[in-house]
């Protein structure tokens, strides 16, 4: 897989140096909403379990678009401040509580895009490529779980892989979905007695935290 990035971005420097004249640079903003969830099976210990479940947070920042007119072809980069994060339902015996724990990042996605013009007023495009994130906030999240502490430890960095389409408006305004992939994990769970304690009562591993987006963009 790293692999297929190193190829990817490779390709990508190659276009933007080989771009012919016709080539355009365009600067926008862009931003967002994530539905993120953690994607690991649910661990069960004696009548304890965590289930993750849907969480919503929002992305936002610069992007910049390199088009290609000639051959439908184009390169997008953006600088995203990213918040997501998991929602828990923790089940203890009888007790069932829930809790979120928050991720604040900086992510950088780089894709490679192919746009069908439907006329001068719009166009419909597809985008694939690698994000690269990297973690700004705390680190260790803590949340009060049915009387527990349910941690996540994000991970430093991320790596995953955006796939997505969209529809171009007017020139100048865009909407689209995007599933963002990690290709590494991005955080490891567990549930401990106090948040100081040492004592794991249920051990989630790492897993990787899954999200669709939906965003609108507005290029200059």
Same mark, same amino acid.
């Given at each position: ?5 190193? $190829? ?8 933007? !140096? ?21 994607? !690991?099976n649910t661990v069960s210990k004696a009548s304890q379990s965590l289930e993750a479940k849907n969480y919503t947070g929002f992305f936002i920042g610069p992007t910049a678009q390199l088009n290609i007119p000639i051959i439908n072809l184009g390169v ?9 994060? =998991?929602?828990?339902?923790? $089940?203890?015996? +009888?007790? =069932?509580?829930?809790? $979120? ?12 895009? *192919? ?68 290709? +590494? ?5 567990? #549930? ?18 899954? $999200?669709?987006? #939906?965003?609108?963009? *507005? #290029?200059?």
């Amino acid at each position: 897989m790293k692999k297929i990035i190193r $190829t990817f971005i490779l390709l990508v420097t190659c276009m933007i !140096f080989a771009a012919p004249a016709e080539a355009q640079l365009k600067f926008g903003i862009k931003g967002g909403i994530n539905l993120s969830k953690g994607d !690991f099976n649910t661990v069960s210990k004696a009548s304890q379990s965590l289930e993750a479940k849907n969480y919503t947070g929002f992305f936002i920042g610069p992007t910049a678009q390199l088009n290609i007119p000639i051959i439908n072809l184009g390169v997008e980069g953006s600088l995203l401040f990213n918040q997501s994060g =998991t929602k828990y339902t923790y $089940t203890n015996g +009888t007790v =069932t509580r829930d809790g $979120t724990n928050t991720q604040n990042a900086l992510e950088i996605p780089i894709n490679l895009r *192919y746009t069908i013009g439907l006329g001068s007023v719009a166009g419909i495009y597809f985008a694939a490529g690698p994000s690269f994130k990297f973690d700004i906030g705390d680190k260790d999240g803590f949340s009060e779980v049915a009387d527990k502490v349910v941690t996540s430890k994000w991970k430093n960095q991320e790596v995953a892989i955006n796939l997505g389409g969209g529809l171009r408006l007017l020139k100048h305004l865009e909407v689209g979905l995007n599933y963002r992939m990690p290709l +590494t994990n991005s955080a490891k769970d567990n #549930i401990n007695g106090t948040s100081t304690g040492t004592s794991t009562l249920l051990d989630a591993g790492s897993y990787k935290n899954k $999200t669709w987006q #939906i965003s609108a963009a *507005y #290029i200059f």
